[in-house]
């Protein structure tokens, strides 16, 4: 009765993705505070961890003991997070490293960082990125949006892999993915929205896609690391208040919390084993499905996901 519950709120969407829909499934999951796991010993990196759901999740992982790598742009915004949560870490003082995931080359300086301060990772969190209602590209040349919620982390965890063998790598996605499918390659079609045609949401699902079907692929390719993706449902950020206000404020009564929208990302970084397969997509501590639409589901091909992880490997050289 719990799952079907379950399934129906989120088949539901604004039930699930709410507010509701968390204080539902975690009553009837009785669900285990983050705080009671132990870390102790672990190194987790956090990539965007200044504000939102990246904040939370540095919050509530400093309670468990993990030794806590921030991967920010801005040293004071980090440096404000970090004298926050000391005094709730049992592990050791949270650690920062500077990066600007749309710009490959910090990307690379912030991996050599963390190469020379550890020697292995336990968990890394992809959660930097924006919504962006203009089209911006990176300093490499390639549209904003792909280059930090996609190549970036994509060549992040190239990077780092080295060091993660049996850990696992934890993608913060949305919801927003469930209106786009893949891009059909083989018609000319890229990730990279163009200029004549660009929408800052419709990039944006593109970009959040994406992430979810690298995670699949990551999965089969490295299957001695874990790769998981997840949504954290409509919550309350400094992100969703400046880049979509309309949203914001037809759906304030029901938004998620920041810190209801990051436990799921935190619950995935403590709990072991892993309760599914490797490759999986969540939200609320559940698995979900990664398709809606039967259009969606059409685009993802064998040679769609192919092309895919082609053209961000490609991308991540420059």
């Not at 749309?102 to 990772?121: K, M, N, Y």
């Not at 390719?221 to 998981?228: C, D, H, L, N």
């Not at 409509?234 to 919390?257: C, K, M, N």
Request: glycine share 8%.
């Amino acid at each position: 009765m719990n799952t079907f519950l379950s399934n129906a709120l989120d088949a539901a969407v604004v039930p699930g993705f709410s507010k509701i829909g968390y204080a539902i499934r975690k009553r009837l999951g009785n669900w285990q505070p983050i705080s009671s796991f132990d870390l102790r010993g672990k190194t987790v990196v956090i990539t965007g961890p200044t504000s939102g759901l990246g904040e939370q999740v540095a919050r509530q992982l400093a309670l468990t003991g993990a030794n806590l790598v921030l991967v920010a742009r801005n040293e004071e915004k980090c440096a404000r997070v970090i004298n926050e949560i000391a005094p709730l870490c049992t592990g050791s003082k949270p650690v920062f490293v500077r990066a600007e995931m749309g710009d490959l080359e910090s990307v690379r300086s912030a991996c050599a960082a963390v190469q020379q301060q550890f020697t292995h990772i336990d968990v890394l969190i992809h959660n930097a990125g924006a919504l962006l209602n203009t089209r911006q590209v990176s300093p490499q040349g390639i549209e904003q949006t792909i280059a930090s919620h996609v190549v970036g982390p994509f060549l992040m965890t190239t990077l780092l892999l080295p060091l993660m063998n049996g850990g696992r790598v934890v993608t913060v996605s949305s919801g927003g993915m469930y209106s786009s499918g893949l891009p059909v390659f083989d018609k000319g079609e890229t990730l990279e929205m163009p200029a004549h045609k660009y929408g800052g949401s419709k990039q944006y699902a593109i970009a959040k896609r994406a992430q979810v079907t690298l995670t699949e692929m990551w999965a089969t390719r490295v299957p001695q690391t874990e790769f998981v993706s997840m949504h954290p449902g409509w919550a309350d950020t400094p992100g969703v208040q400046e880049s979509i206000p309309g949203f914001r404020r037809v759906t304030a009564p029901i938004l998620r919390t920041a810190s209801e929208g990051a436990d799921t990302i935190a619950w995935l970084a403590a709990v072991s084993p892993l309760p599914g397969r490797n490759g999986t997509f969540w939200s609320d501590r559940e698995i979900r499905p990664t398709h809606k639409t039967p259009q969606s589901k059409k685009l993802d091909t064998e040679a769609n996901r192919q092309s895919l992880w082609q053209q961000v490997e490609q991308m991540s050289v420059r």
